[in-house]
């Protein structure tokens, strides 16, 4: 006997009602019996989130329905005084600390650990592309050693658990600045000036690369040692984390598109485009979702279409003007923490350039050489060791 709507699982059953045409209808199917009633009244939240944010007639907002640049504008320039905040702010900065603590420990842990630094001695090899676009195995395997994990913490000092915080919400801006402004009516590349004297698309840049942050309508350049700091968490998060979670093999919805590799199969650089993509639009609260799901074995999320379009992933915004795919990606982090103005090289060997300039997110650059000989910039000494190793990089200027 073929599977009844009451009799599939609950998972499926929440996806049908997201799937329906509009709020009116998910009411009316949860009236049909108490069984979706009861599904409906415990997913309220999930199943309206789905129909608004998703409809099968359009990847897009019609251009009525997108709000105007000044919104992004009153974002930068909002009051950020610490004695204005309401209770229900503070109680939303204390769930969101103790909700990324996840991350945290998965940084923390042993056996990820020594997995992550041995990604890092590979990736920076000289791995041809295909081969460095299978070195991470899916699934995330952690160790049940306390102890060590606690080692771990002190050897990185007491500030490390606020620095790393501090690298997941700048992450977590990033992407939700980029997912506002394709939001936007329109977003000029050359517009009008906004009160923090920067146009839009520099503020959106500023905000990517990690370099620049805006309090009370006036940018703040970040110092050296957070830029390192969420470079080292965006490559945990999204160079290491998310391919193990996004593997090709559940995930392989010939949506993404990548720059022809040498060495990859068509599948493997659809894959590489896919991650590309999801790395502008996927939050570290959405990476604790997927690893949380991962971990109980079920094939989340069901639909991953919708999943990626409820973030904004199909969304490439209405003015036409602005590139949103050829930029805004690793190189430009790399060129926040140490622009390509400062690197002027005396070689101009393609080999050599492209280790300053990488090509790809999928290449590796000078930070990669650089990070394997300092070690974490959580690490003790790492200002000193950085300064020493960037210098010499500097003595090979004209």
């Not at 630094?117 to 070195?135: H, Q």
């Not at 068509?266 to 990476?287: M, T």
């Not at 979702?289 to 969304?315: A, C, V």
């Amino acid at each position: 006997m073929a599977p009844s709507l009451t009799s599939i699982p609950n998972e499926l059953q929440v996806a049908v009602f997201g799937n329906t045409g509009d709020l009116d209808d998910s009411l009316h199917l949860s009236q049909t019996c108490s069984s979706l009633r009861a599904i409906f009244s415990h997913h309220q939240k999930a199943i309206k989130r789905q129909i608004i944010a998703y409809r099968r007639e359009g990847n897009s907002l019609p251009d009525k329905d997108r709000p105007d640049p000044a919104v992004f504008e009153n974002c930068l320039n909002s009051d950020a005084r610490r004695d204005l905040m309401s209770d229900d702010e503070i109680d939303d900065i204390a769930k969101r600390w103790r909700r990324l603590k996840l991350l945290q420990r998965l940084y923390l842990d042993p056996r990820l650990s020594e997995e992550f630094e041995a990604w890092r001695s590979a990736f920076v090899s000289d791995l041809s592309a295909g081969a460095r676009a299978e070195i991470l195995k899916p699934g995330i395997n952690t160790s049940s050693n306390a102890a060590s994990m606690h080692e771990q913490s002190q050897r990185y000092g007491p500030d490390f658990k606020g620095r790393f915080y501090k690298s997941l919400c700048l992450n977590t801006i990033a992407v939700a600045s980029l997912q506002l402004a394709k939001t936007c009516r329109e977003v000029p590349r050359d517009g009008p000036e906004l009160g923090v004297n920067e146009d839009i698309s520099d503020a959106i840049l500023y905000l990517w690369t990690r370099s620049r942050v805006f309090v009370n309508g006036s940018g703040k350049d970040l110092h050296v040692c957070t830029k390192a700091d969420n470079l080292e968490v965006f490559d945990f998060l999204y160079m290491f984390l998310l391919p193990k979670l996004v593997h090709s093999l559940e995930w392989n919805m010939d949506i993404g598109f990548y720059d022809d590799m040498e060495g990859l199969s068509a599948s493997k650089q659809e894959w590489l485009g896919l991650l590309e993509d999801c790395r502008r639009c996927i939050r570290p609260s959405d990476l604790i979702d997927l690893i949380q799901h991962e971990t109980w074995t079920s094939p989340y999320p069901h639909d991953k279409y919708m999943y990626l379009n409820q973030r904004g992933m199909f969304d490439y915004g209405e003015s036409g003007n602005v590139d949103w795919y050829n930029f805004l990606n690793r190189a430009d982090i790399l060129d926040g923490l140490l622009p390509m103005s400062d690197l002027r090289l005396k070689s101009t060997t393609t080999k050599s350039l492209s280790w300053w300039n990488p090509q790809t997110t999928e290449s590796p650059s000078w930070w990669d050489r650089l990070r394997r000989v300092v070690g974490s910039p959580f690490g003790e000494g790492f200002e000193d060791k950085y300064e020493a190793e960037v210098g010499k990089l500097l003595e090979q200027r004209d």
